[in-house]
């Protein structure tokens, strides 16, 4: 028997005949289940220990993030779009700050373009190293959470110095960042562009040639080059099949377009190859970031425009305008000019992209998160079909949503 | 491309070239936008004009398609505006699979309604839930805030919410 999933996708959802000759058996697999990556709820027909049907279930993180926006001015909707992606708060910000900017016509200075930069790969490898983390402890490597942790909190630790927020920065603002990087940032960042290769190395260690994951993702979860792009899946997932598109090369901003970097691709088109393109990332990001520290220009970090960003501190006790400026933009806040505009940044997870709707007011008339997960959580049933339950676990880790992205 | 005769209204916004076209038409214009190498589906999403006085609007609620040609690359936004209780259009569930879900989500939240959709049910919200937060008429909380400066109509909770 052969089903279309979409246009262009079937799949056979018949197999060798489980123990129970046939006869499927509904299983409720989350919400609360510990492999599900958050609260994802999936409903399998099993014959057997074999997967037939897939039906994934998802709303239950759901926090109206898009209706608050709404509610909240300009300025203010920052601290929002750190929390639905929650392991990649400055990409989210980013996305947000370039659409806004982008309807405003404003454009950055250089030295925030390069901190953004920074930022976003620093997520990026957090990002990656949670999923490292968490996919090993799924699948019997237990020690990768510990190992992946400890380098994820030199992150944080980074956050906490550049921003005074481990997680949820909003450091990345509409015209420009919350603060300059301070001597002992560089230095941190520094130390870590430096050893990060090596811990690299030690996670290859431990798991590149392991018998134990190779046999528990090779071959496991296929999706070709062409189910992927029709199901619209990005970031890893499309990049793991095989298709070199990462927004950071196609459809380059904040200066990436001046980066030497490869895009990581693997043709193995299963859940190994996808493992394999995360590592890749790691070390490229690492190598984008050695880049960023080296020529970091000196300037402003912010526009000089005070009817977007209130004025310096020091202006306040002197300059009667400064006071009127910051009154204004803290009772009232920026009207941003009539339009929509959509901008696509490359998280850790795929395009993360921000739809913006101005109506010429104070506040957005709506904002639009296109999350990577939501669209990538579509192709788990491609992949999961016919594979054994345990396998589902691999696929899903490996499919690295967030729910909270997925949710919004 | 899309033929003449589709399109109401063209433009670009802050850089985004944009296309109006009828909603009537909309599978005949994606479609036409599919075979010109616009193969992928960015997003799909609605706007509520509700009280919107930035221009005239020809209708309450604005669907916005997304596309991309991933060999240029190259984007185009597609937009229809519909009307009615509840707001009709058909859907391209077939055309760009991930729209599917996007459409249930639509549906969720703005409550239009996706002809021939193949499982038009809610998503994020509960089955059970009565009404569409993202309607500019449904409110933050559902408590009108007295003596603010900023109330405004869509802050009060409506009658039958």
Redesign the interface.
Known sequence: MTDT???G?TVSRTGETGAFGGELLTVNFGPHHPSTHGVLRLIVDLDGEQVRSLKPV??YL?T?I???M??LRWQQGVTVTDRHDYLSPPINNLAYALAVE??M?VVVPPRADALRVIMSELTRLSSHLVWMGTSGLELGAMSMLMYCFRERDTILDMNEEISGFRMHTSYIRPGGVMADATPRFLEMLDRFIHDMPGHVDEYENLLTNNPIWRSRTIGIGHLSAEDA????ATGPMLRGSGVP?DLRR??PYSGYESYDFEIATSDLCDCYGRYLVRIKEMRESVKILRQALDRLPDGPVNVDDRKMLPPPREELETSMEAVIHHFKLFTEGYSVP?????V?VESGRG?N?C?V????THKP??V?F?SAS??N??ALERMALNHMVADMVAIIGTADTVLGDC?? | MISEGLIVEQGV????R?VTVEAGAIREALSALKSDGY?????L?C???LD????QWPARYEV?Y?LRN?EK?E?I?VRAFVDGDPPHIDSV??????A???ER?TYD?FGIVFSDHPDLS?????DDWVGH??R?D?P?GGEPVEFSEEHELWQTAPEKA
Not at chain 1, 229 to 232: A, I, S
Request: aromatic residues 10%; proline residues 7%; charged residues 25%.
């Open positions: 999933i979409a246009e996708v998802i709303g759901h109206g898009e209706k608050q709404e509610a982008k309807l016509g792009t029709v199901l619209g598109w196609s459809m009539p339009g929509d505009v959509y696509a395009e992209g739809y709707v101005s109506d010429g008339r709506r639009k296109r939501f669209v959580l579509q949710d919004r | 916004s802050a850089g985004d944009w193969t992928v589906l960015a997003f999403t706007v509520d004009h919107d006085s930035s221009r916005v997304q991933q690359p984007q936004r569930h077939d055309l760009f699979p991930p599917n879900w996007e989500e939240m809610r998503i994020l919200m509960p937060p993202l500019r449904y933050v």
